[in-house]
């Protein structure tokens, strides 16, 4: 018994003995994580120009009803408003006047625009968090997740470098050869790294609440909202996908697992892409569904971070052969247009050996 005891004491002082170095190690990878590379550089493009369309399409859709629903008309909402106690400058239009909020409302859309085609991010992406708080703090009953979850990305997106693919600044810093820094790269992979806890801290939390809930356990959950007034804007589709039981119930559960497994299927590569395929169905079930297009679309776009930048790459590739004849057709027209237009050259005039 003491010889056995003897032997396993030396196999643990071996065992320590090679692990001496393993701390070092791990805070070596984890320096040479945060300072080697800026990562998800293709996911955070796909991100910007996603969400950038979401919020667009949000202003766009909302400027007949805006002045009522954030503007001059929605004084209704002052004793809500003292509630919340928003603060400057996100309380800067609840006194605004028509000429001042029009011109909020036009300057928020312009930032938009810029956010999408990624120029001069590093300023843009801050004055657009600004500028959008101050709107959607006007009248927050309206809003849904996706109004305060990119509030909260907007944030995050201050620190990340989400033009450095895919936009203007892009090719501004290649023509002129921009040194990248690598406070920057820190800041940006800290804003990575910030982006997918919340995204995890979202899920399980979501997932979580639900489970406490008598209709998620009993798998009925789905049945209400899909076929309600507010939500089931498409009556035929609702009856469809409640036509079933045993559909209603996979649908009910499958929302709970993959809310609450989703944080950890990240560590696996395998288990990565299930979670992510997994989630993007659920949120195009949501889109087309329950028509919370804005509240989706919002949150793929910040799914896209955990894709690879090899995925993105192949992605992009595909979708430029699929429409490359398409653009071949949309320059046929335009080319004959500009053939038309321009004036046929003169022939050089011959003059006469006989003159």
Avoid at 133 to 150: E, H, K, M, R, V
Avoid at 333 to 342: D, L
Wanted: charged share 15%.
């Amino acid at each position: 018994m003491a010889m056995s005891t003897t032997g396993n004491d030396k196999s643990i002082r071996n065992w320590l003995r090679r692990q001496q170095n393993e701390p070092r190690r791990i805070l070596d990878h984890l320096v040479g994580w945060f300072i080697g590379n800026r990562h998800a550089d293709y996911g955070f493009a796909v991100m910007r120009i996603v969400s950038g369309i979401c919020l667009l399409k949000w202003l766009l859709v909302n400027i007949g009803a805006a002045a009522r629903l954030w503007g001059p008309g929605s004084f209704y909402w002052d004793g809500y408003r003292e509630i919340l106690g928003y603060t400057w400058p996100f309380n800067i239009l609840r006194d605004a006047g028509p000429g001042f909020f029009w011109l909020w409302y036009i300057i928020t859309i312009g930032l938009v625009v810029a956010f999408v085609l990624g120029w001069r991010t590093r300023f843009v992406t801050p004055l657009l968090f600004v500028f959008y708080t101050a709107i959607n703090a006007q009248n927050t009953p309206i809003s849904d997740g996706g109004n305060y979850f990119i509030r909260i990305m907007l944030i995050y997106l201050i620190f990340v470098d989400i033009s450095r693919r895919w936009s203007l600044d892009s090719r501004r810093r290649t023509r002129k050869q921009v040194p990248e820094r690598e406070t920057a790269t820190i800041l940006h992979n800290l804003g990575l790294c910030l982006v997918v806890a919340q995204l995890c801290l979202v899920y399980f939390e979501a997932g979580m609440y639900k489970v406490q809930g008598t209709l998620w356990q009993n798998g009925t959950a789905i049945y209400y909202p899909i076929n309600s007034e507010m939500y089931g804007v498409f009556p035929f589709l609702s009856d469809l996908l409640t036509a079933s039981t045993w559909l209603t119930v996979l649908a009910t559960y499958f929302t709970v697992v993959i809310q609450i497994a989703f944080p950890f299927m990240l560590f696996n590569r395998i288990t990565r892409r299930v979670a992510l395929i997994g989630i993007l169905l659920m949120h195009v079930s949501i889109a087309v569904v329950m028509g919370l297009t804005f509240f989706s679309g919002i949150m793929v776009s910040a799914d896209a971070v955990l894709v690879s930048s090899a995925t993105w790459v192949v992605i992009a590739g595909w979708l430029g052969r699929k429409c490359e004849p398409v653009l071949r057709r949309l320059r046929r027209p335009v080319r004959r247009a500009v053939k038309e237009v321009e004036p046929e050259p003169k022939k050089p005039e011959v003059v006469s050996s006989r003159s």
